[in-house]
């Protein structure tokens, strides 16, 4: 009985100073309202798993944070782009004029993004590009309100030019399919292979999506160059490096690529894939401590191991938490967040790196080599590689 | 283009052109007899492949992983034509569209949930696995010249059956006048059965042998069928030999103008089906 008296005193006074506290922290903060992320990623079809492995990473760089951000909750709010060019407009809008939210997270598929881009313009919202490669996305297309956490196409293929020449490649052919991508991938090789002294005799551009290599192939060991690079990606990158060796052109003319060339297709190609050489801007083997912790992480969290979309999904959820952190939780200053974005560090499992003005990651290329199955690092290709951002007006 | 290359470009080109008519000739027989346009035809093409894969992930053993994809894909083909198939004979072409159609999409939602939409791989057998030197530096792989061996004695033994057998009759038959081979009192409907699940297994067959030269990705089976009609049409609908000699025109000329004129080279066998067809409306054999 005494020493309930005796408690109750202090207890009462502490829960009602406790309940007050909790109160008005509810009231104080300005926005109490979830930050609205939106994302959208081909869920289904041939880029399903890009997209899955895309959105496990941006969801995991959340999941470390608890899921808010200066005291705020994360919301997300998920749309199926199909990887369909036509249907980006409609959902950008629903997205960004219906949903209100703060960023959009997406595409996978360069097609998606520019008419992504072109509907996000100028409105209250910031896109994050997780992986489309399109020179233009921060380039002649550039906006202040767009950023990119993966690469330009340009990025991974400029620097194994000069290596190429460095190996002693004199003449080389080149091959892609004839669309945007691979045809930017050519480009940029031929710009900086022909700047070191080397020759592109031959450009071989196959319809895209032919996969019928046999007729090239032949042509390619008739012409007999010193080396071969090329861009595929995929089911096209799978079949490519098996015919190349079965044709007996692997000993004998080396194989070189932009990194996509064995990006998640080494188990495809098997024993075929062995020796071939990319640069890319990450290797699942790359060993520094963020990527050894990430990829532990991520395999906890989903059962597989990660891979670069699950990388530059991280790293756009990254980006997110570090911009929101820096304005203390206020999203609705829009020209305020861009402002911190533009300044910040991304500790990336891929190497930290920070953006250009035209808001395109300046990271580091490494020159990867396939051995026992997997992309090893030979050697860094170019450390703090920018993209020229040409027809970017920022 | 010197001789050697010329040759070799050839080679390339009636070895595409044999496996285009091994993938198309299933399609042509069962229109031909049974007057269905089975547009799931490029999907059964992507199950024989899939199977393949599983199977040979299974059993390490390529050779017994052809056999259960082939019977495997023999039973599907009695199952869909016994269940589903069987209801578009007395309707028109727009009801074997969406069926088959419907298919496409069933097919393709499987294979998606089942296996995944990562491009997958089969490593060719290690008996076949050889090269054969060509020129100094071109080397020829054994299994491609496996599979046009395949393609022709695929082809023969269609030839056979078709002229030489008393089901080649029926289906001769059956191709000409149908009504007329029912009251003849031919079991039309055990025919349609045996002719529907050969040309599905045909397509399959396809898929099994080629798994190890493509990589297995979702939509493979309508990048096919895409060929497959161009074939057919060029062909003549319902003619095999017309199938035949379409493959191989079209494999040649694909392969030659993917090297010589590479500008038109994704029209190519287009402008060749719109040449063709503004001479010979029906295809090269009317059927």
Redesign the interface.
């Given at each position: 009985m005494n020493n309930k008296k005796k408690i109750c005193p202090s207890v009462l006074p502490a829960t009602i100073a406790a309940c007050m506290i909790a109160m008005s922290s509810g009231s104080i903060a300005a926005d109490s309202d979830p930050i609205k992320v939106g994302v959208m990623l081909p869920f289904?079809?041939?880029?399903?798993?890009l997209g899955e492995s895309t959105r496990n990473g941006l969801k995991q760089a959340l999941k470390e944070k608890g899921n808010t951000i200066a005291g705020r909750a994360v919301e997300f709010i998920e749309m199926d782009t199909e990887a369909k060019p036509a249907r980006a407009p409609e959902i950008t809008s629903s997205l960004v004029d219906n949903q209100k939210a703060d960023f959009v997270i997406g595409p996978v598929h360069s097609g998606v993004a520019m008419g992504m881009i072109k509907t996000i313009k100028g409105k209250d919202s910031i896109m994050i590009i997780p992986n489309a490669g399109a020179n233009a996305a921060t380039g002649a297309f550039c906006q202040p309100n767009v950023f990119r956490t993966s690469f330009s196409s340009w990025q991974t293929a400029f620097p194994m030019g000069k290596e190429a020449y460095d190996m002693g490649y004199k003449k080389i052919v080149t091959m892609s399919w004839?669309y945007g991508f691979g045809k930017e991938s050519l480009e940029a090789f031929n710009e900086s292979f022909t700047k070191a002294g080397g020759e592109v005799i031959k450009e071989?551009?196959?319809?895209f999506?032919?996969?019928?290599f046999?007729?090239?192939l032949?042509?390619i060991?008739?012409i007999?160059p010193d080396a071969v690079f090329v861009f595929f990606a995929?089911?096209?990158?799978?079949?490519f490096v098996?015919?190349y060796d079965?044709?007996?052109?692997k000993g004998?003319?080396p194989l070189l690529g932009s990194g996509f060339l064995t990006e998640?297709?080494t188990?495809?190609?098997?024993p075929a894939a062995e020796g071939v050489i990319t640069t890319l801007h990450y290797a699942d083997a790359l060993d520094i401590p963020k990527n050894k912790s990430f990829r532990q992480d991520y395999e906890a969290l989903y059962g597989k191991p990660a891979d670069l979309f699950a990388v530059q999904g991280y790293d756009a959820g990254q980006l997110i938490v570090d911009a929101v952190t820096a304005t203390n939780g206020n999203t609705a200053d829009k020209a305020a967040l861009i402002q911190q974005m533009g300044k910040l560090e991304i500790d990336s499992p891929r190497g930290a790196f920070h953006f250009s003005k035209a808001h395109n990651p300046i990271q580091t290329i490494y020159l990867r080599k396939v051995v026992d199955g997997q992309n090893t690092v030979v050697k860094t290709s170019y450390a703090g590689l920018e993209d020229p951002a040409r027809g970017c007006k920022l | 283009m010197d001789t050697s290359l010329f040759l070799v470009q050839l080679l390339n080109g009636v070895q595409y052109g044999l496996l285009l008519f091994l993938i198309a000739s299933g399609l042509t027989l069962v229109f031909g007899v049974m007057g269905i346009l089975n547009l799931a035809h490029g999907s059964m093409y992507m199950i024989g492949a899939y199977l393949a894969y599983y199977f040979t992930t299974l059993t390490d053993s390529f050779l017994l992983a052809f056999i259960i994809s082939g019977a495997i894909a023999l039973v599907i083909g009695i199952i869909i034509e016994r269940c589903l198939i069987i209801h578009l004979y007395k309707r028109d072409h727009l009801d074997q569209v969406l069926l088959t159609v419907g298919l496409i999409f069933i097919f393709n939602a499987t294979q998606s949930f089942v296996w995944g939409n990562d491009p997958l791989g089969v490593e060719v057998p290690e008996i076949l696995s050889g090269s054969i030197g060509l020129t100094d530096i071109i080397e020829y792989p054994v299994y491609r010249l496996f599979i046009s061996l395949l393609c022709l004695v695929v082809a023969a033994t269609m030839y056979f059956t078709i002229n030489k057998t008393r089901l080649g009759m029926m289906i001769r038959a059956g191709e000409s006048d149908r009504a007329m081979v029912e009251n003849l009192g031919v079991d039309i409907s055990k025919l349609f059965t045996i002719v529907f699940a050969i040309g599905v297994f045909l397509a399959s067959l396809a898929g099994i042998v080629s798994a190890p030269i493509v990589s297995l990705v979702p939509g493979m089976g309508e990048h096919v069928l895409i060929s497959c009609f161009v074939v057919v049409v060029i062909g003549g609908l319902g003619s095999i030999k017309g199938a035949f000699i379409a493959a191989l025109i079209v494999g040649i000329v694909d392969t030659y103008a993917s090297v010589l004129l590479p500008q038109v080279s994704s029209m190519s066998i287009y402008l060749l089906m719109a040449l063709i067809l503004l001479a010979k409306p029906q295809g090269l054999f009317k059927n």
């Open positions: 289904s079809g041939v880029y399903a798993g004839n071989m551009l196959v319809p999506p032919k996969t019928e046999q007729s090239y032949t042509e060991a008739s007999k995929g089911g096209g990158a799978v079949k098996k015919d079965a044709m007996g052109l004998k003319i998640g297709t188990t495809a190609q098997g | -």
